[in-house]
């Protein structure tokens, strides 16, 4: 089948927002008694949006929070995250080549767990956001990563079968979404080692390697 449309991942493959998050994550838990490290969020919680963050660590950590109180962690994480991002560069230094490049040829969207606002505003202000053809955000979808509802969503909005489409990813939570849906995948090693992300159909250690030709030999892939 040919390639019809590109859907990339935004935390950890465009942005390298993730220590951003985890970041402000820290801020809000640390009062809570809860210290949560680099290795144990890369591992538990970053495949998640944030609310299945706050829902997962209520588990595990078997705190008593409630939608409302789970709603009031969501919106002051997203507060602080703003604040972060309003006054940094957050975008990979490839990241806009890529995407014109990419853009040039086929439609381009994002299939992410991160909230709408926060995309929008990181790529206002590398001046991208009027490339992408949609956005699927947290919230746009029944269930989030890694079940295949952003991918399959993304599909719609594109017109096309997902199986013509490519989803570039950085974490095994967003491969197994981008597979489930019937997507090739190409995953580039921002977050994880390379020996992690064998579930991808390609993979890149630089968004600098993901040229037009490189993308089009997936098409001729078995």
Known sequence: MSIDAIVFDFDGVLAD??????????EILEPQGIHLDKATYCEK????????????IATDYRLLLGDEEIEMLIEEKARRFEKLVSSSDVLYPGAAPCVRRLAATWPVGIASGALGAEIE????????????RFIVSS????HTKPAPDPY???????GVPPGACVAIEDSHWGLQ????AG?????????????????????????DD?????????????
Request: charged share 25%.
């Open 183 to 207: 997507m090739r995948t190409i995953a580039v090693t921002h977050t994880y080692p390379r020996e992690t992300l064998r579930d991808a159909d390609a993979v890149v250690d630089s968004l």
């Open 152 to 158: 399959l969503r993304a599909a719609a909005l594109h």
């Open 121 to 132: 505003l990181m790529l206002r202000g590398a001046e991208l956001l009027d490339i992408f």
């Open 210 to 222: 993901l040229t037009v030709e490189f993308v089009k030999r997936l098409a001729c892939a078995p």
């Open 139 to 142: 919230g746009d979808t029944e």
């Open 17 to 26: 927002s993730e220590p951003l998050h985890l970041r402000v994550y820290q």
């Open 45 to 56: 919680y970053l495949g998640f949006d944030d609310e299945g963050v706050f829902q997962q």
């Open 177 to 180: 979404s981008a597979r489930a």
